[in-house]
Each structure stands twice: as structure tokens, then as C-alpha cells.
């Protein structure tokens, strides 16, 4: 097996050779910032996020941490900081699998099957969802995050919340979020990260938002 090292610049070059737009921060590899596509079929359909990325020391034996800079509404995904949890990270991430398996386990499993497992199973998503590398963050963990949220085991309560008591209105919620929060002019501006973030969620309520189009969030801290 390479050593962690090598192991962390070959993460690094095939997520920059793959199809992800990819910043690397103060020109080194531990940090880096990367564009990311709402999932198809989902109530993040059109959104784009810059995802910050941490890669630990110890990486790969430690998962990476991740984080979205410019806002999201999801139960699993701290409004504030952009953070997602590690737990959630660690509970799929594994240095030492092959990636090229989990979408077809999830596949053989269904979407409603899978979803049950997610919401009332977790203890066993390491079974059937490990992320192996840098690449299968974006291709397989968030992805599947946004697609499957759990309101369960939330960092946002809010979101998980409105979930759980009105759907329609948490789709709403979630659209409005993207629209105003995950456009992709103002994620590709370079003065995302510079911008104050003076919007609170209290703007955006019951259908009814008094944003503008040019508000964005500021940089998480994951």
C-alpha cells in the first residue's frame, strides 16, 4: 500500500484531473475548494456549492473534513458553519475499498430501501456505502447526502424540523435556499468568500423572501 503521503497527492491529482473544478488554498494540498453539482432528481437540481475540503494529517486513515461555503437548508448540514458532520464522514469513509462498488450496492438496494436504511439503519451504512478516496466524496457521499437526508440525527433543526412536520413547505424551503444561496454566477464569483453574511434565516419564511439575487453566504468553517 502507498504510504499516506503518496496516498494524498494521488487523491488529490485524480480529483483535479476528473471533471470538478478544483482551487488548491495557499498552494498546497491540504486544503482545497471544489464546485459542486446539486444531484440530479433532486430538490437540489441546478444548485452549486464551493466545498471546502481538509484533509487531516492523517488522512487516509482519517476522513476528511467538508464543508459548504455558500449556504445550504438541509437537516445534515449545520446552516451556520456549512459543516457537515464527521460522524456522518466516518461512518462511510474507509481507506482501504474499492469505490467502484458502492453505487452498485445501492443500485441492487433501491432508492426506498436504501432511504429506510439511512432513516432508521445507520448503524450498518458502512456496509453499503464506503468512500475510499477524495473523488468519491463528490461521486458518492454528497450525492447520496442530498438525495437521502436525515432529520433524525440533524445539525440543522430547523430543517429537520419542517421535514418532518410539512414536506411541501420544506421543498420550498430547500428551492428557495438554492435560488438564492446556489447560483451558479455568484458561487463562480471570487467574492464569495469576502462577503458579509448579514442574511439571516428568519429572511427567508413561510414562502415569502425578501433576499436579493447578489446575497451569498460567507465561508464555512467545517
Known amino acids: 500500500m502507498s504510504s499516506p503521503c503518496k496516498r494524498r ?35 437540489y ?13 492523517a488522512y487516509p486513515y482519517k476522513s476528511p ?9 438541509h437537516p445534515n448540514v449545520d446552516e451556520l458553519s456549512g459543516s457537515v458532520c464527521l460522524d456522518v464522514i466516518n461512518q462511510t469513509w474507509s481507506p482501504m475499498f474499492d469505490p467502484g462498488s458502492a453505487n452498485m450496492q445501492i443500485a441492487s438496494l433501491g432508492k426506498d430501501r436504501f432511504r429506510s ?13 464506503c468512500v ?10 454528497l450525492p447520496q447526502l442530498l438525495l437521502y437526508p436525515n432529520p433524525s440525527d440533524p445539525l440543522n433543526g430547523d430543517a429537520a424540523s419542517l421535514m418532518m412536520k410539512d414536506q411541501k413547505q420544506y421543498e420550498h424551503r430547500v428551492k428557495e435556499y438554492c435560488e438564492h444561496y446556489a447560483k451558479k454566477e455568484n458561487v463562480a464569483s471570487p ?3 469576502d462577503s458579509d453574511d448579514d442574511i439571516s434565516s428568519n429572511d427567508i419564511s413561510d414562502g415569502q423572501s425578501t433576499l436579493s439575487d447578489d446575497n451569498v453566504a460567507g465561508e464555512a468553517d467545517p
Open 132 to 141: 475510499a478516496d477524495l473523488l468519491n466524496i463528490f461521486e458518492v457521499f
Open 45 to 57: 437540481e441546478g444548485g452549486v456549492w464551493k466545498i471546502r475540503v481538509e484533509l487531516p494529517d
Open 9 to 43: 497527492e494521488m487523491d488529490v491529482m485524480k480529483l483535479m484531473m476528473s471533471d470538478y473544478s478544483v482551487e488548491l488554498i495557499n498552494d498546497g494540498i491540504n486544503e482545497l475548494k471544489v464546485l459542486f453539482l446539486g444531484p440530479k432528481e433532486s430538490l
Open 65 to 73: 473534513s467538508i464543508g459548504f461555503i455558500n449556504k445550504i437548508f
Open 191 to 193: 467574492t464569495l468568500e
Open 117 to 129: 436504511y439511512i432513516l432508521s439503519e445507520r448503524s450498518i451504512l458502512p456496509q453499503i456505502l
